[in-house]
C-alpha cells in the first residue's frame, strides 16, 4: 500500500514538473541546419558574385566543442539577417572521407582538406575570400563564451576589409 502512495505522490509530483516546463511556440528559435561544404568552386563563385567571405567551420563528428560553438553562435547566425549580407557559412567534418571538391577544382575528402589547411583542432573557423584565401585569423577552439562572439565579428570585419582593399 505504501508503494502505491508513493508512486501516485510521483506521479502527480512529476505531472506538475512536465506542467511547469511548458512554453510558448515563440520561445523556441526557428530550426536551421548549417550546410556541409561540398563544392568550394561552387561556394567562391557565390562569394564573388556577391562579395562575402565564407566561414568554414571544420568540425569532428564526436566534437562536443563543435555542437556548442553550432548551438551558441553559428545557428544564431543563420537566423540573423545582420550576416545573411556578409558571409556564407558552410561547415567541414575534419574525420569524414567524403568526397568535396576544394577551390582549386581538385576532388579531395574531408579529412585531407584538413590537412591540407593544417587544421589540427576542432572546432576550427576559417575566413576565405573567393580565392580560397584566409583573409583573417583562424579561431582555434572555443573559450570564454561570453566574449566568442566578438572574436567571430572581429575576423568577420577583418575579411571584409581584406576582400574589400582586393576589389579595387
Do not use: H, W
Not at 530550426?31 to 569532428?60: G, M, N
Not at 563543435?66 to 540573423?80: A, F, G, W
Not at 579531395?108 to 587544421?119: I, M, P, R
Amino acid at each position: 500500500m505504501k508503494f502505491l502512495f508513493f508512486i501516485c505522490v510521483l506521479l502527480a509530483f512529476s505531472g506538475s514538473v512536465f506542467a511547469s516546463s511548458e512554453y510558448d511556440d515563440e520561445d523556441i528559435p526557428p530550426y536551421v541546419e548549417i550546410e556541409f561544404a561540398r563544392d568550394f568552386t561552387q561556394l567562391a563563385k557565390i562569394a564573388r558574385s556577391e562579395c562575402k567571405i565564407i566561414l568554414l567551420e571544420v568540425s569532428a563528428s564526436d566534437c562536443d566543442y563543435c555542437v556548442l560553438l553550432e548551438d551558441y553562435y553559428i545557428k544564431p547566425m543563420l537566423r540573423s539577417e545582420d550576416y545573411n549580407a556578409k558571409i556564407i557559412i558552410r561547415k567541414m567534418d575534419a574525420d569524414s572521407f567524403d568526397t568535396l571538391i576544394d577551390f582549386s577544382g581538385n576532388k579531395t575528402t574531408g579529412d585531407k582538406l584538413a590537412q591540407q589547411l593544417s587544421v589540427k583542432l576542432t572546432p576550427t573557423m576559417l575566413f576565405f575570400d573567393s580565392d580560397g584565401n584566409e583573409v583573417a585569423q583562424r579561431i582555434i577552439g572555443i573559450n570564454t563564451l561570453e566574449l566568442f562572439g566578438g572574436y567571430i565579428d572581429a575576423a568577420i570585419k577583418t575579411g571584409r576589409k581584406a576582400i574589400a582593399s582586393g576589389q579595387q
